[in-house]
């Protein structure tokens, strides 16, 4: 099928519509598709009006997808689990073969929601109205339907079909400069919670927690989410991008280097993400930074425990499984992380609510054992975490993908709350895993125009 221009688009979609909303069946849902000449999406979706919104690119490049309007919203009332998401899996069921839920959830179903957070909820998952797909070098425009909710609709479907826009110049992607910042915890209180970290692991109740901090920048006007994500994008090449705005000045974004699974004809991957330096300024510095980080006894140790924990949580729910033999590492533009891929063979039947109940939160954000870290997690952290270290992707019929979302931030009005962690294991360093969470939040800190902070 040839591209087809943006102004053909509601005559070329416009006849599928109605046929497709005659189709029967309970919880049905119709994807048409429509092939389109090369668009930039964060443009695109910085010109649509809808209020809900969501942005996705896989960190390969081989994907991505901005989303807006809402056929269904699926909300998850506690932890993203096999039972919490079965009705999602029944719609799935009887879906065309490109029909894709996308969203997430918070860290912590029980912890108290902050209100910078309650637009969020606990999870969610939405089937988009319009979807503007990039597969490799092709362009789609997407519509979903679900013809037993959507039949009456017919006429504003159409009409919000003919109202997308399509711009021709690309969005405005500048910033405005912050004018304070607070950090919570301050410093004191970090070294507080680290040393409270290291006196539990003494009396045995844990082996790792990941502490996190919330850094707020305030700035004088309101802070445009989708700019802020194509300054990020270009500045974090091979990371998750995503970005989700429940309604308009709300967006939590970032890029993440993280994957918590990705399944696919029967096959799940995972991997262990943890242990941190940054990237050297010359090629000698480099190579050195990253023979550091790979004989560092302490930085192994903190890989170790996310390793360990994701055989764990997929053994049972695979026939084979297997790890790399060889501890290696992950390089981004700026940091380095230790890296061991896990892949195994999904047993008949498991779900993908069943993978996110399992993998959900890894030591690389949670810690190990999980109870007792979540717990301490709770009871230390002076902040909400909200979907900063939770699940953030897609689930498809056959297919799923999901990032772990650090490396982000909630931009609300005029703040931007920035979250970073720091996996604390015998041999942390208070000081230095300040410093580790600096270095995390600098990608964001240098696209906002800003100095790294020294201590
Ligand atoms: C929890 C975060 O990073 C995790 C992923 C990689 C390395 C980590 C570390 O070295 O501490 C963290 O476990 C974060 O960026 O907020
Ligand atoms: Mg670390």
């Known amino acids: 099928m040839p591209a087809c221009a943006p102004a053909e688009l509601p005559r070329r979609l416009g006849s599928r519509i109605r046929r497709a909303l005659q189709q029967t069946g309970t919880n049905r849902i119709v994807q048409l598709r429509c092939p389109i000449a090369p668009v930039d999406l964060l443009s695109w979706l910085a010109a649509q009006s809808m209020a809900f919104k969501f942005y996705w690119a896989d960190r390969e490049g081989n994907e991505a997808v901005a989303a807006v309007g809402a056929v269904l919203q699926c909300e998850v009332n506690r932890a993203l689990t096999r039972e919490s998401l079965r009705f999602l899996e029944t719609y799935l069921q009887q879906a065309d073969p490109g029909v894709r839920f996308y969203g997430g959830g918070r860290f912590d179903g029980q912890a108290p929601v ?84 290291l006196a539990a692991f003494q009396q045995g109740h844990m082996v790792k927690v990941v502490l996190a901090r919330q850094v707020q920048y305030v700035f004088n006007e309101a802070l445009d989410g989708l700019a802020l994500l194509h300054r990020l994008e270009e500045a974090t090449p091979g990371c998750f991008h995503f970005y989700y705005q429940p ?89 380095r992380h230790l890296y061991t891929g896990i892949r195994g063979r999904l047993r008949p039947g498991v779900s993908t609510g069943a993978l996110l109940e399992a993998l959900h939160p890894t030591p690389a954000v949670g810690g190990y054992p999980r109870p007792a870290a979540v717990e301490a997690i709770r009871a230390w952290e002076p902040f909400d975490r909200g979907w900063y270290t939770g699940p953030i992707g897609w689930l498809g019929v056959e297919a799923a993908e999901f990032a772990v979302a650090i490396r982000c931030g909630l931009a609300a009005g005029h703040h931007l709350y920035l979250y970073s962690g720091a996996g604390i294991v015998e041999g942390s360093v208070p000081e230095l895993e300040w410093e580790e969470i600096e270095h995390k939040i600098s990608d964001f800190v240098n696209v906002l125009g800003l100095e790294l902070r020294r201590s």
């Open 247 to 335: 309604q308009p000045g709300t967006a939590f974004l970032g890029a993440s280097p993280e994957r918590l699974f990705r399944r696919a004809d029967g096959h799940v991957w995972s991997e262990a993400v943890a242990g941190t330096r940054p990237r050297g300024q010359t090629e000698a510095d480099d190579a050195r930074l990253a023979a550091e980080l790979l004989q560092s006894e302490k930085d192994r140790r903190e890989q170790y425990y996310v390793q360990q924990s994701i055989i764990e949580e997929l053994r049972p729910l695979c026939e084979t499984l297997e790890a790399d033999a060889q501890l290696s590492e992950m390089t981004l533009a700026r940091g």
């Open 114 to 197: 902050a209100p910078h957070w309650q637009p969020f909820g606990m999870g969610r998952f939405w089937l988009p109205r319009f979807e503007l797909r990039r597969e490799g070098s092709r362009y789609w425009l997407v519509c979903n339907l679900v013809p037993e909710l959507d039949r009456t609709a017919e006429a504003a479907i159409k009409e919000a079909l003919a109202a997308l826009q399509w711009p021709e110049v690309a969005m405005d992607a500048r910033l405005p400069l912050p004018v304070d910042r607070c950090d919570m915890p301050d410093q004191a209180g970090w070294t507080r919670n680290v040393t409270q970290a």
